[in-house]
């Protein structure tokens, strides 16, 4: 199977959709929390969550173009300044796949999509109770992706709030395996996440085939 430029061009809109929501692989699906400045709690889920660095830390997310549709959670991190990002574990994926419908600003969807919200002292935006792995971030920057109208929303933790029944591993790192954290892939279709290596860091001396392993000792003298 081969698609051309001027093919995926001429493939129907939703077709088109799914095909370039797919090849791209295995996103992780998250739900990020928003309060407005009038109290208005807003959920919303993405696959477009990414990491961008540890000093300062930072994590980004790409919000779609506003084509006449109210984009609330935006909204919301324009007036509070701050959001929340939460795994979809697989005891909740299916209410958080519905966090994409179009409510009205004053219909949370926490109470229509049947989740907890969760809230930690001195913090405004809310967590997601029952997800393992929370982060609250405050804006940090906004991105304007001109070609596309989309925009990619910056923000700096500010709290990471890990369940108890992760492990950590390998200093620091979370076992994402226990988490229970699911991914998407294409437009509605969602994955388990299970841990297939933990591999060495990268270096020369350590490649996978033998006898590159055997000229890169001898030429550095390891």
Not at 189 to 202: D, G, Q, R, V
């Amino acid at each position: 199977m081969h698609y051309t430029e001027s093919e995926i061009k001429d493939l129907n809109r939703i077709k088109r959709l799914r095909l370039m929501n797919s090849i791209t692989g295995i996103k992780s699906a998250n739900l990020i929390g928003t309060l407005s400045e009038t109290g208005n709690t807003n959920l919303a889920i993405f696959s477009s969550v990414v990491h961008l660095g540890s000093d300062p830390a930072l994590i980004g997310f790409v919000m779609r173009p506003n084509n006449n549709v109210k984009r609330d959670t935006l909204n919301n991190i324009l007036e509070t300044k701050h959001f929340t990002i939460n795994h979809v574990n697989s005891n909740f994926v299916e209410k958080a796949h519905y966090t994409s419908l179009n409510f009205n600003q004053d219909q949370s969807e926490f109470d229509y999509c049947n989740l907890e919200s969760f809230y930690i002292d001195n913090y405004l935006p809310p967590f997601v109770k029952g997800s393992k792995v929370k982060i609250g971030l405050k804006l940090h920057e906004i991105i304007p992706i001109k070609s596309n109208g989309c925009k990619f929303i910056i923000g700096e933790v500010e709290h990471v709030l890990i369940d108890d029944s992760i492990d950590l591993i390998t200093e620091g790192s979370i076992n994402l395996e226990n988490s229970n954290s699911v991914g998407v892939g294409g437009l509605n279709s969602y994955y388990s996440m299970n841990k297939i290596a933990e591999l060495p860091f990268p270096r020369l001396s350590t490649t996978p085939a033998s006898e590159m392993n055997e000229f890169w000792k001898k030429k550095f003298d390891i």
